[in-house]
T-cell receptor, first 112, second 109 residues
Framework: KAGVTQTPRYLIKTRGQQVTLSCSPI?????VSWYQQTPGQGLQFLFEYFSETQRNKGNFPGRFSGRQFSNSRSEMNVSTLELGDSALYLC???????????FGQGTRLTVV | EDQVTQSPEALRLQEGESSSLNCSYTVSGLRGLFWYRQDPGKGPEFLFT???AGEEKEKERLKATLTKKESFLHITAPKPEDSATYLCAVNSNDYKLSFGAGTTVTVRA
């Protein structure tokens, strides 16, 4: 059974640019969550989607946005990148709620 | 706001030296407590979910327990391959996991 797939694995962007990250959940999983992981802040919740609806959003600026498609695949977008956005972005999927959420390998974003 | 505190921050063990990691939490209504293992540069790997006080789960050399205020992850006779960061997270009623900062375990042969 395939796990959660995140693409790309690595990205280098320049300040002011925007970026889109992709997440394909485990087959049959309809809930997708996104997290940002940094050495200083640890794992911070960004947002959660279920059936194309955002059910919860973390304390991040409006530059961070996401969406979910009818096949449960999800994307997140960060506009006007700042140096502080450099982080490991993790996607997790679960069947319905966030019980037993399984994570992908993450996308390492570096902003220069 | 859910709060999760893990201790210690780092733990250095000799191979075979058993120990425990602590996760204390404050939530409005616990729907689940989760343990993950994370290796450097990789995503967290799911280990256990605990739902109610008194519950215990085991997997190989790991055993997780839950009380009303904290959870423990016991590592019995650890091996070098158990070296990793262990993360604790809680879920209350708002469709998200709140994570602790993690405990980095190093097991020396």
């Amino acid at each position: 059974k395939a796990g959660v797939t995140q693409t790309p694995r690595y990205l280098i962007k320049t300040r002011g640019q925007q970026v889109t990250l992709s997440c394909s959940p485990i087959s049959g999983h309809r809930s997708v969550s996104w997290y940002q992981q940094t050495p200083g802040q640890g794992l911070q919740f960004l947002f959660e989607y279920f059936s194309e609806t955002q059910r919860n959003k973390g304390n991040f600026p409006g530059r961070f946005s996401g969406r979910q498609f009818s096949n449960s695949r999800s994307e997140m977008n960060v506009s006007t990148l700042e140096l502080g956005d450099s982080a490991l972005y993790l996607c997790a999927s679960s069947r319905v709620g966030v019980t037993e959420a399984f994570f992908g390998q993450g996308t390492r974003l570096t902003v220069v | 706001e859910d709060q999760v505190t893990q201790s210690p921050e780092a733990l250095r063990l000799q191979e075979g030296e058993s120990s425990s990691l602590n996760c204390s939490y404050t939530v409005s209504g616990l729907r689940g407590l989760f343990w993950y293992r994370q290796d450097p540069g990789k995503g967290p790997e799911f280990l256990f979910t605990l739902y109610s006080a008194g519950e215990e789960k085991e997997k190989e050399r790991l055993k997780a327990t839950l009380t009303k205020k904290e959870s423990f992850l016991h590592i019995t006779a650890p091996k070098p391959e158990d070296s990793a960061t262990y993360l604790c997270a809680v879920n209350s009623n708002d469709y998200k996991l709140s994570f602790g900062a993690g405990t980095t375990v190093t097991v020396r042969a």
